[in-house]
């Protein structure tokens, strides 16, 4: 089973340039996780007959949104977080407005894994919102992955918008409390890791190099000068199903880049 997930930075940006289908059509994934799709579903001039779709877009209009594109029909989808889970980490919103209403996390149950997809959201440049990120963002994500898995495994991706260690992007030392690679975006990735999941890129892959996501400034795809802050981890019972885990840095309209895993059956 192949599973992907890419933050299309508005799905129909993607469409509009003739890069979505020929990427389908080329890397055939069994389930597709998109972030940041920016649309309604029924906005999205995407015809995809092979598949389900399953869209969680925010309540306003052009903004965030996350959908899963599956071939095999889901047992279940939840949107968002359970209320138990926004009442324990009061994820009630900040000048920015009410992360629960800006379409981040989908949850899919098949019948052996939970595929979760997220949009975590930017701690912004003026890190106005690390504080929602640290207290209860990050918290909130972790227990509702961990409660999840109390019924079966669980594999989680999309954009976390953090670069877990100095590794994970190429300028490590001036970006050393900017957005994206604060200690507070760190330490909440690090309790992923803490709790059992697995960054499956990092079974078969170490170093530095790559990445996922590169500003729009200064030619830093093309000199490779970016950020790896999507992710596809996995709950430590999947660890040795996973086959491969990568990144596909040539898949091009957007300002990421698709990530993937191949599992061996279940």
Known sequence: M????????????????????????KHRPDV???????????????????????????????YSG?????????????????KDIIEKFQV??????????????????????????????NAKDDLSRVSLRHKQWDPAFLAYVKQLEKKKP????????????EDD??????????????EEEREGFQNFINAGFV???????????????????ANARARNVGWRIDYMLVSKSLKNKVKSAKIHADVMGSDHCPVSIELDSI
């Open 66 to 82: 996350t959908s899963i594109f599956t071939k095999e029909n889901p047992i279940s989808i939840v949107n968002g977080f359970p």
């Open 169 to 182: 992007l190429a300028r490590p030392k001036p970006n050393k409390g900017k957005k994206g690679f604060t």
């Open 154 to 165: 669980v594999i989680f991706t999309g954009d976390l918008n953090v670069a877990h260690t």
């Open 32 to 62: 597709l996780c998109l972030q940041e799709t920016k649309a309604q579903q029924d906005q999205s001039e995407v015809v995809l007959p092979d598949y389900k779709e399953y869209w969680y877009s925010a309540e306003k209009p052009g």
């Open 2 to 25: 192949k599973i992907y997930s890419w933050n299309v930075n508005g799905i129909r940006a993607v469409h509009k340039k003739n890069l979505f289908l020929p990427f389908i059509e």
């Open 92 to 121: 009630s919103g900040d000048i920015y407005g009410d992360p629960n209403k800006e379409g981040r996390v989908i949850a899919a149950e098949f019948a052996k894994f939970f595929v979760v997809t997220v949009y975590t959201p």
């Open 199 to 217: 960054d499956t890129f990092r079974i078969f892959t170490k170093g530095n190099g790559h990445y996922t996501w590169w500003t729009h400034f």
